[in-house]
């Protein structure tokens, strides 16, 4: 079987690239072990991700409105964002763009796939019923994938900085109907954070993303479910105790916000999404979308060389090469600090808007200026992370 583009993972990336590629004119094949199947993560999306990224959200994916978002402190103080959310039916989501995806004209593979040497400006990829070549593969099969190293790049800069995660999709009567998705900071979630998404009705998602701890999540988990009883016992009747959530599903996997991307391609080879340290679900298609154009014109063209699929690198560069600098150099702050500093500059920060109209430079201007007046060493220690040579 010939392609022009063979994306490995359908993910949110995944699926952008395919989409994309099968746009631009690309002969495109998509294989997958667990295609169709209901295993992603990420459920929550604010309007203002999306609006950046060209996301178009359906209402039959939406299952509930958020009305904005908190960051808590460790001893309970918060502040309010206001800005529009969603949370997904993830099913549903990867169904619709499945079905585009058909639509046009992208081959759809349930199968493992291993990839093979490159020959000349071909790569094969291996399934257990065939051997697929011509083209331009692009990983976008997550933060597991093991493909760049294989064909020689290392697309993650900081690897060991992925946050490993652990979800949960608890039940509670009423607890689902809360306006707010909810941060939670601090030493209960090391050098990230834990999670509050309500889902509508009764059910609602909590999680804990934790750096440099290993990937043994559990004892995080269960502290963050008893510290969550307590900050909402006052809400609701009955939530004096630490069972008193049902849990229905339980899932783990890792975000790497905190790794930023690193090399992107090498010949007739691309990296998009999660694999690249492209974390969010809105930026990650986005970077799936430039991904899949510069693979289809690449492949099209007849060179898919390191060099012309070095394009995708640039453009995915210009658009969000320094708001993921920021949320790295954010977050190795955060790491930094401890619980009684991050309480001192929530409890300073609470009452102002954090957010603003206009570019980015603009956005980021202000709300350091913001931080800056709060904690000083806290925005000296961002700057230092911003601007030092990685």
Not at 72 to 77: D, E, L, M, Q, W
Not at 79 to 91: A, C, E, S, V, W
Not at 258 to 274: K, S, Y
Not at 316 to 322: G, I, L, P, Q, T
Request: a positive charge; one cysteine or more.
């Amino acid at each position: 079987m010939k392609f022009d583009v063979l994306v490995l993972g359908a993910s949110s990336a995944g699926l952008a690239a395919a989409i994309s590629a099968a746009r631009s004119g690309a002969e495109v094949v998509l294989v997958d072990r667990d295609l169709g199947q209901d295993i992603h993560h990420a459920s929550t999306l604010f309007e203002g991700m999306a609006s950046r990224a060209g996301l178009r959200l359906e209402s039959s994916f939406i299952k509930k409105t958020l009305q904005g978002m908190r960051i808590v402190s460790p001893s309970g103080h918060s502040l309010t964002i206001p800005t529009k959310g969603y949370f997904l039916d993830r099913k549903r989501f990867d169904d619709h763009y499945l079905k585009i995806a058909e639509d046009q004209g992208v081959v759809l593979l349930k199968d493992e796939a291993s990839i093979t040497e490159l020959s000349g400006s071909k790569r094969s990829i291996k399934t257990s019923k065939y051997t697929l070549t011509k083209g331009v593969v692009v990983d976008a099969s997550g933060v597991y994938s093991s493909f760049g190293c294989e064909v020689g790049i290392f697309p993650m800069t900081y690897p060991a900085d992925i946050a490993w995660a652990m979800e949960v999709d608890i039940q509670h009567p009423g607890l689902g109907e809360e306006e707010h998705f909810e941060y939670f900071v601090g030493s209960i979630s090391p050098g990230w954070k834990a999670t509050f998404s309500p889902a509508g009705g009764d059910r609602a998602t909590l999680g804990v993303f934790v750096r440099g701890h290993g990937r043994s999540l559990r004892p995080f988990l269960n502290a963050f479910i008893k510290r969550l009883a307590k900050h909402k016992a006052g809400t609701y009747p009955n939530l004096n105790r630490s069972d008193c959530f049902k849990i229905t599903a339980t899932r783990r996997g890792g975000d790497p916000i905190a790794t930023l991307p690193g090399e992107l391609v090498a010949d007739a080879f691309m990296v998009t999404g999660g694999a690249a340290g492209q974390s969010g679900l809105a930026y990650s298609m986005r970077a799936g979308t430039i991904c899949g154009k510069v693979a289809a014109e690449s492949a099209v063209s007849g060179d898919t060389s390191k060099e012309a699929l070095s394009r995708y690198t640039r453009l995915w560069r210009s658009e969000f090469y320094w708001e993921y600098r920021m949320a790295r150099a954010s977050l190795e702050t955060l790491r930094k600090m401890s619980d009684s500093s991050i309480d001192e500059l929530i409890k300073k920060l609470s009452g102002n808007n954090l957010l603003c109209e206009g570019p980015l430079y603009k956005k980021s201007m202000l709300a350091g200026l913001k931080v800056a007046l709060a904690s000083p060493s806290a925005a000296a220690s961002m700057a230092y992370n911003l601007w030092r040579k990685e």
